[in-house]
C-alpha cells in the first residue's frame, strides 16, 4: 500500500481479532515512527509496548472506561519527555507534544499498510496510566493506541472540506 493509501483508508478501529500480532510486524510499525521529524532531532519520546492482559484492562479504566482498548493485542503508550525536547513550540508549548504525535501518526499509518488496526486514544487520566505502566513524573504521556489486526471495517467519517480548512495568504 503506498503513503497516499494509508492515508485515505485508515480508520479508528474498536474490534480487534484475536490473533496475537508477529514480533516482526510490531518492530515495522515502530520503526516507522522512528522516522519521524522532531525538533533538532531530539526524538524526545518513548513507547511502552502493553501485552499484559491485566494491565491492559487496567489502561482501558484509565481511559475512562474504554473496554476495546483492553481487547487489543498490544496497547502502545506513547511518552514524551520534555526534558529531552529541543524547546517550545510558539513560545508556549514543549515540542515533546509535537514530537510524540507526529511519531504516532507515523506508527498508526505504518500499522495500517502493514493490515493492523490503530485508534489514537487522547481520552486518558494521566496519572492513572502513569501508575499502571510506572512512568516517571518527568515523562508525559501524550496518547495511547491498542493495536491489532482489525475485526470491522468502519466507513470513513465526515472530513470538512479543503476551503473550510484551508485559507491563503491571511487568516480568515
Not at 494521566?126 to 510506572?134: A, L, N, Q, T, Y
Request: aromatic share 6%; proline share 6%; hydrophobic share 45%.
Amino acid at each position: 500500500m503506498d503513503l497516499m493509501e494509508a492515508i485515505k483508508t485508515r480508520r479508528s478501529i474498536r474490534r480487534f481479532k484475536e490473533i496475537p500480532v508477529p514480533e516482526s510486524l510490531l518492530k515495522d510499525a515502530l520503526n516507522a515512527s522512528r522516522s519521524a521529524p522532531s525538533a533538532d532531532n531530539a526524538q524526545p519520546w518513548k513507547f511502552v509496548i502493553i501485552r499484559d492482559e491485566q494491565t491492559k484492562v487496567r489502561l482501558a479504566a484509565a481511559c475512562n472506561g474504554q473496554k476495546f482498548i483492553a481487547q487489543a493485542p498490544i496497547v502502545v503508550v506513547a511518552c514524551g519527555i520534555p526534558d529531552e525536547a529541543f524547546q517550545t513550540v510558539g513560545g508556549y508549548m514543549s515540542s515533546h507534544v509535537i514530537d510524540v504525535t507526529i511519531a504516532i501518526d507515523h506508527l498508526t499509518l505504518a500499522a495500517h499498510a502493514l493490515g493492523l488496526g490503530t485508534c489514537w486514544i487522547a481520552w486518558f487520566k494521566e496519572d492513572k496510566v502513569r501508575e499502571v505502566v510506572g512512568i516517571p513524573e518527568d515523562v508525559r504521556v501524550v496518547a495511547l493506541t491498542p493495536l491489532g489486526y482489525p475485526a470491522e471495517t468502519p466507513e470513513r467519517t465526515p472530513r470538512k472540506s479543503l476551503e473550510e480548512l484551508v485559507v491563503y495568504d491571511r487568516y480568515q
